[in-house]
């Protein structure tokens, strides 16, 4: 049947069981907002306060549910400030269709108002781009964005139309087509075989090989990355771990892939690793790591990095295999897949020896003696009283880290942080995508005073839309992270560090119709946790903590897993 060319792009989203868009309206993108006006009951769109927030919040969206995210914005500078989020969903994985619109035909290439190439700009930093020159080819188009982005290793794909294209009196052709059938059809599997989107089937050799390698293994080490999350293959990690009753170390976005609660878990693992997870790395003699790329805040040292094992990688995309750290095996796969067909052919362990080496060595760090509010007093706090669902989105830096120290993820999806882009402002965004996708669970967002200021216009979308969502900031009056390691390694040069500047966090809070709290002590975050969770409305929670606080352990970049600065 004959539809207006807008009309179709709405109906490709419904095809998709799309029901929530994130965005920010302008002139070239005004014909597609203008149909969307006709779908209103059946798309939901969050207006942000920036085009940035609409990226991070259509990401944390897709993070939070495993579903495809799709945000909208204009040509121009609505375009380009679309790249950062882009950039953060491509580096950790996150299936987002970004769909902007351009200049018309006759002014493409003459540097017309709000003109810009962003199909060109965002090529690094995609799976795919699209531009939309013919309208007819605007269901296959949107069909394959998101088969692309959902098929194989996800990640984001940005599809441009050009305005003529979105014109109110351009018709085509358009049949529904459910997506359960579309990504099958034809040209669609030929894009993801030539691409290599989907991921092979697993060599039955290279899964015999690892049976026969774990079975010889006397200290196996499994470790937990973001491909577990991704892959939503938490339940047989599980299964494999507790075969193998091996110890578990947990990448920043292996975080929910693991329970971090698990009496086989020893933590974090790399740069601000546990002595349990680092020193496990460093004695083991098979090291298992499941969608795990192996990075330079992992794999601090290669050439040193788990020296005295055999190291095996399972990973869904080829290219991810002996990048950083070379291996003695690996598997290229689906890691549900491949951990389903490993689980039923690997036989059952026990380490005692080993766990009694590397499990003692998870004990907490005895707290320093502080008359102020220290980071693990605030998030011991937040963990005994929120719900044990509670989903929680960081920015990047030290409360980062001391949150997914603290926290213990149960599954995937709970955890949104920025691991391989560290992105600052990511974390209030993703919060709001969270929050629209489960507005009946808590979400928590951590962040420094740094990072907060970067995105805190996003309260008023928290507010405008009545999402109850708590702002937990770790305020040092630094950027504390940059300042740990002027501490630690630049001889206390503290350069351009210190945010002795405002808003008051609390009048900001209030100006845009929130509550906000001032906490300096453990019983004051207590009272203010308290009435954030009675509240109903979004809240800010300003934790004043001391301007040294450090994040602990800590080793430096380009050292060996053990050579701890800090303990």
Known sequence: MKIRATA????????????????????????????????????????????????????????ATGKVGVCFATSGPGATNLTTGIATAYMDSSPVV????????????????????????????????????????????????????????????????????????????????????????????????????????????????LVDMLAESKRPLLICGGGVVRGRAHKEFRELAEKLDAPVAITVMGGGGFPGDHPLATGMIGMHGSKASNVACDECDLLLAVGCRFTDRVALQPETFAAQAKIVQI??????????????????????RVLEQLNGKVGTFHHP??????????????????????????????????????????????????????????????????????????GLGAAIGAQVAFPEKRVIHTTGDGCFRMNCHELATVEHYHLPIITVIFNNGTLGMVRQWQHLIYHERYSETTLDRGPDFVKLAEAYGLKGFRVTTQEEMKEAVQAALDAGCGCVIDC????????????????????????
């Open 353 to 426: 020896e080993w766990k009694e080496h590397i499990l003692p060595l998870r004990a907490p760090s005895v707290p320093r003696e502080s008359e102020k509010l220290t980071p693990k007093q605030a998030l011991e706090v937040i963990r005994r009283m929120v719900p044990e669902d509670t989903i929680v989105a960081t920015d990047v830096g030290q409360h980062q880290m001391w949150s997914i120290q603290h926290f213990h993820f149960t599954y995937p999806g709970q955890l949104l942080t920025s691991g391989g882009f560290g992105t600052m402002g990511f």
């Open 8 to 63: 179709a792009i709405m109906e490709c989203l419904l095809e998709q069981e799309v029901d929530t868009v994130f965005g920010y309206p302008g002139g070239a993108i005004l014909n597609v907002y203008d149909e969307l006006y006709n779908y209103r009951d059946r798309i939901r769109h969050i207006l942000t306060s920036h085009e940035q927030g609409a990226s991070h919040a259509a990401d944390g969206y897709a993070r």
């Open 98 to 209: 970004f769909l902007t619109c351009n200049v018309g035909e006759p002014y493409l290439g003459k540097d017309s108002f709000q003109e810009v190439d962003i199909t060109g700009i965002a090529m690094p930093i995609t799976k795919a781009t699209y531009l939309v020159r013919d309208a007819n080819t605007i269901p296959d188009v949107m069909r394959e964005a998101f088969a692309v982005a959902a098929t194989g290793r996800p990640g984001p794909v940005l599809i441009d139309f050009l305005k003529n294209v979105t014109a109110p009196s351009v018709m085509i052709d358009y049949e529904f087509v459910p997506w359960t059938q579309n990504r099958r059809l034809g040209h669609i599997q030929a894009l993801a075989n030539a691409h290599e989107l989907k991921a092979p089937e697993p060599n039955q050799d290279d899964i015999d090989t």
């Open 544 to 567: 004043v903590l001391d301007m040294d606080e450090m994040v602990r352990p800590m080793v430096a970049g380009g050292a060996h897993i053990t050579d701890f600065l800090l303990h």
């Open 315 to 336: 990973d869904i995309d080829r290219s991810e295999i002996d990048k950083n750290v070379l291996t003695d095996h690996h598997i290229v796969g689906n890691a549900r």
